[in-house]
């Protein structure tokens, strides 16, 4: 008889660019998200949930090289039998979603469209340290608004989401600024060519880094950078460079000061004079509302990368340092953006629909905190109840059922019993703040033992029984104090 | 000059099978995973989140035909350039990445691992009325604990979650079998062509429809059913089928009655003999923590579909009952099942694992409240401040803040304000609770209009400006009693 062949065994393993979260790390962004809907809630955003998979078509992907559809998304082909079937794809942000849904639902659902979603996206992308291919974006988006008041209203909204999940004030700082702007100078100078504006564009981005000079330089006749390289210039005058930097420079003390300099780096650009005019709206509307410049900032250096925003764009940035992978210090960075998007519902109904909307980077957000020693890494595990006598366990079952009616986490120990210490290692594992043992002695004196384990976690590591049992973290205890002396320890534990 | 050619607008649609959730549905999803998950934590399970997406070979799917991967599943080939890539897919249960997880991080998890996870699966199904191919699941799972301890707590858990999520107590049954009494009944029947257990364990599957005689006829002779087809039977003598209808009958008024009722079906079977020992040892473990027959009972005819069961196999089922689609009365049914799998992780590391736990079906669950009335379909929208004077939006802001730091949801009208009436649908729309009016005069007077709507609402649609104001629900009060004359009338509404 032929030997029957085996499978291979499969390998344990995530696919590439993919990663298990366990514990804290769940419980903390799931807690981080409800606070942030609460916040988004009180606002009069209402949830909205749709599914991890969308057609392509609504994507915005539309198929130009069949070959490979899923360039950037994680994408496959319905199966339909004998046809060939729809493109499907995971959704790679939440806002190509909500264009869909107010698309297709636009008859039943109130004008304005206020909505908020969080969930994971995924990116087809190359994974690399610390860049995972799912990861979680928290979004609040007015869907039908033309009036800057809602832009305003975003910004105000993501300052309160940002001190309530426990960012200080001083800690960060929201900057807004307006693609109307930035086209008016273009406008100012020019540049009706699409290369040169998309070079200049690339500059301004760059302003961060070179500096004012760097970007003069890089606009005109090229720079020498830091590595020695020559970067070639944009190949403008350096008078026709100049509105380019009066408009990168153009933040001043206070925000009229801000605004005056931006009136002046459009002239006489009609789009970006009506750009300038809507940021001191979104100004005015703030401070009414009492948020100062300590919280929310006019500043012409935010670009935000996405072209399909049309007007206002803001950027939530933490400000505090932390140390990067190379010990240098610098600022935490962006965690939040959004902005002005017109055009996205018009894809769908032909008929332009005004949006703006914010997304959260929960992750980063969450990274932020820990950097800040704000959230613990570990949280405490559940009281073990050991097993000193596998044929009792009816007894221990009734243990732990009085601990969790009185709101205590708790478990009996499920392994194999045999080895105590055992017992003792995987309550350290666990990270348990205490132990319970009844033994046969302790069950004829009508006694337990409740062991701390806070303090004495590492020694009861390689303890036996019998030194275990003599430690001061040790308490004997009547049976039925059993809730309450473990109420009184673990409050003292904090 | 060529026209250029036009992309074809997209379909605003969800793939087929697919739907999106709104406002309430989503928060009370998330407000009943959060409970569900906090009753899982206080049992000492610890959250774990893997990715959506799994290599195909974890979850079991071995590509036998390279043309079809993806049945069942929702699957696609990771892009690589030049050489094929892995074979990836969504997963479409929690528990075949947890035995991943298992295997790949079992150096450095407690064991046993407790842990539970919630969140979408996926399903390569044909989509049908009320089936959807993404839906939620809710689970919790001890690995590595070889005792029914761990399957008596599970269905502990299961019973102090359905009470906690709002099913009251005798609505609700756990019903506990076990495999292994199964096969025991088999082998008795000296049964052991695969094709025949088959057959055997399909037609108990039946018994809840066609009962004690049908079964014994399907068994044996085969049987005339309701539409006058004649069914064929699986061709067993009537002694042979004795010992299957024993089993199926076994449950008595009382579990020892039940259990020796099963002890005596299984006969001489060792595997049958330890299965019912097994019940036993959880049925008393129940009974020491309290948990009787009114919340959780053996009961022989569950068999639950899966193949991996290998011991104690459990169902939430809710007792009450529903009109059906036809306007029949029908038992809710099942919301839960789960059992205990002693081989999933071996798959991966050779080495049995044995491994218990539980799957909510958490729609359904929801499915089940809100036909008990027990979940509002809808949710109170905001406070709507309507907007009377568009030069005066910093005003209105400023209100809104004031409602918003205190707790209160509220919003300012942010479509275009030149139509009252639209205001006010709006608000109506939104189900909101109260409309907040301030126009010239009023901030003459320093005062403002506060009208209820939640009485007012189907007038409110056809009314004009002063038609409203002068209906009884509506209240004038000095602008500085915004916050308190709300706080009142939304107290008031409940």
Same mark, same amino acid.
């Given at each position: 008889? $032929?030997?029957?062949?085996?499978?291979?065994?499969?390998?344990?393993?995530?696919?590439?660019?993919?990663?298990?979260?366990?514990?804290?790390?769940?419980?903390?962004?799931?807690?981080?998200?409800?606070?942030?809907?609460?916040?988004?809630?009180?606002?009069?955003?209402?949830?909205?949930?749709?599914?991890?998979? !969308?057609?392509?078509?609504?994507?915005?992907?539309?198929?130009?090289?069949?070959?490979?559809?899923?360039?950037?998304?994680?994408?496959?082909?319905?199966?339909?039998?004998?046809?060939?079937?729809?493109?499907?794809?995971?959704?790679? &942000?939440?806002?190509?979603?909500?264009?869909?849904?107010?698309?297709?639902?636009?008859?039943?659902?109130?004008?304005?469209?206020?909505?908020?979603?969080?969930?994971?996206?995924?990116?087809?992308?190359?994974?690399?340290?610390?860049?995972?291919?799912?990861?979680?974006?928290?979004?609040?988006?007015?869907?039908?608004?033309?009036?800057?008041?809602? &832009?305003?209203?975003?910004?105000?909204?993501?300052?309160?989401?940002?001190?309530?999940?426990?960012?200080?004030?001083?800690?960060?700082?929201?900057?807004?600024?307006?693609?109307?702007?930035?086209?008016?100078?273009? !406008?100012?100078?020019?540049?009706?060519? !699409?290369?040169?504006?998309?070079?200049?564009?690339?500059? @301004?981005?760059?302003?961060?880094?070179?500096? !004012?000079?760097?970007?003069?330089?890089?606009?005109?006749?090229?720079?020498?950078?830091?590595?020695?390289?020559?970067?070639?210039?944009?190949?403008?005058?350096?008078?026709?460079?100049?509105?380019?930097?009066?408009?990168?420079?153009?933040? $001043?003390?206070?925000?009229?000061?801000?605004?005056?300099?931006?009136?002046?780096?459009?002239?006489?650009?009609?789009?970006?004079?009506?750009?300038?005019?809507?940021?001191?709206?979104?100004?005015?509307?703030?401070?009414?509302?009492?948020?100062?410049? &300590?919280?929310?900032?006019?500043?012409?250096?935010?670009?935000?990368?996405?072209?399909?925003?049309?007007?206002?764009?803001?950027?939530?940035?933490?400000?505090?340092?932390?140390?990067?992978?190379?010990? *240098?210090?610098?600022?935490?960075?962006?965690?939040?953006?959004?902005?002005?998007?017109?055009?996205?519902?018009?894809?769908?109904?032909?008929?332009?629909?005004?949006?703006?909307?914010?997304?959260?980077?929960?992750?980063?957000?969450?990274?932020?905190?820990?950097?800040?020693?704000?959230?613990?890494?570990?949280?405490?595990?559940?009281?073990?109840?050991?097993?000193?006598?596998?044929?009792?366990?009816?007894?221990?079952?009734?243990?732990?059922?009085?601990?969790?009616?009185?709101?205590? *986490?708790?478990?009996?120990?499920?392994?194999?019993?045999?080895?105590?210490?055992?017992?003792?290692?995987?309550?350290?594992?666990?990270?348990?703040?205490?132990?319970?043992?009844?033994?046969?002695?302790?069950?004829?004196?009508?006694? @337990?033992?409740?062991? &701390?384990?806070?303090?004495?976690?590492?020694?009861?590591?390689?303890?036996?029984?019998?030194?275990?049992?003599?430690?001061?973290?040790?308490?004997?205890?009547?049976?039925?104090?059993?809730?309450?002396?473990?109420?009184?320890?673990?409050?003292?534990?904090?």
């Amino acid at each position: 008889m $032929a030997k029957q062949k085996k499978q291979p065994r499969p390998k344990a393993e995530t696919p590439k660019g993919f990663r298990d979260y366990f514990g804290a790390e769940v419980t903390q962004r799931s807690e981080m998200l409800q606070t942030i809907a609460g916040v988004y809630h009180r606002y009069g955003f209402d949830a909205l949930e749709s599914a991890a998979v !969308e057609t392509v078509e609504a994507l915005g992907k539309f198929l130009p090289d069949v070959e490979r559809p899923n360039a950037g998304v994680f994408a496959w082909q319905e199966d339909e039998g004998e046809k060939p079937g729809a493109w499907m794809a995971l959704r790679y &942000d939440l806002t190509a979603p909500l264009a869909r849904v107010f698309a297709q639902h636009r008859n039943d659902l109130p004008t304005p469209y206020r909505r908020y979603a969080m969930g994971p996206v995924w990116r087809n992308e190359k994974p690399g340290p610390g860049r995972y291919r799912q990861f979680y974006q928290c979004d609040a988006d007015t869907v039908g608004a033309a009036s800057v008041a809602a &832009d305003a209203e975003i910004c105000a909204m993501l300052s309160d989401v940002l001190e309530k999940v426990g960012i200080a004030r001083g800690d960060y700082i929201v900057r807004v600024n307006n693609r109307k702007v930035l086209n008016g100078v273009l !406008e100012t100078m020019g540049l009706v060519d !699409e290369g040169m504006r998309n070079a200049v564009l690339r500059t @301004i981005d760059k302003f961060d880094k070179v500096g !004012e000079n760097g970007v003069r330089e890089l606009l005109t006749k090229g720079r020498l950078d830091a590595s020695g390289a020559y970067i070639d210039g944009v190949g403008l005058g350096v008078d026709q460079a100049a509105p380019v930097i009066a408009f990168l420079t153009s933040k $001043a003390g206070d925000a009229a000061g801000t605004l005056a300099n931006l009136r002046a780096a459009v002239g006489g650009s009609a789009v970006g004079l009506e750009g300038v005019q809507e940021l001191e709206i979104i100004s005015e509307l703030l401070s009414a509302q009492g948020y100062g410049p &300590d919280r929310i900032e006019i500043d012409p250096s935010v670009v935000r990368g996405l072209g399909y925003y049309t007007g206002p764009v803001f950027e939530a940035e933490l400000t505090f340092e932390i140390l990067d992978e190379k010990g *240098r210090k610098r600022q935490f960075g962006s965690v939040a953006g959004g902005g002005r998007y017109d055009d996205l519902v018009k894809r769908f109904t032909g008929q332009a629909v005004p949006a703006t909307g914010v997304s959260i980077g929960v992750d980063r957000l969450l990274a932020a905190l820990r950097e800040k020693g704000r959230l613990q890494g570990v949280e405490h595990g559940p009281v073990v109840i050991t097993v000193m006598d596998r044929d009792r366990m009816a007894d221990y079952q009734t243990m732990v059922a009085e601990l969790r009616n009185a709101g205590i *986490r708790a478990e009996v120990y499920l392994g194999n019993p045999k080895n105590f210490g055992n017992q003792l290692k995987y309550a350290d594992k666990r990270n348990s703040p205490v132990a319970v043992i009844e033994g046969g002695d302790e069950k004829e004196k009508g006694v @337990i033992q409740i062991k &701390d384990l806070i303090l004495g976690a590492k020694i009861a590591e390689n303890a036996t029984l019998e030194e275990w049992k003599e430690r001061p973290s040790q308490f004997e205890v009547p049976r039925d104090q059993l809730v309450a002396k473990l109420r009184e320890i673990l409050a003292g534990q904090g």
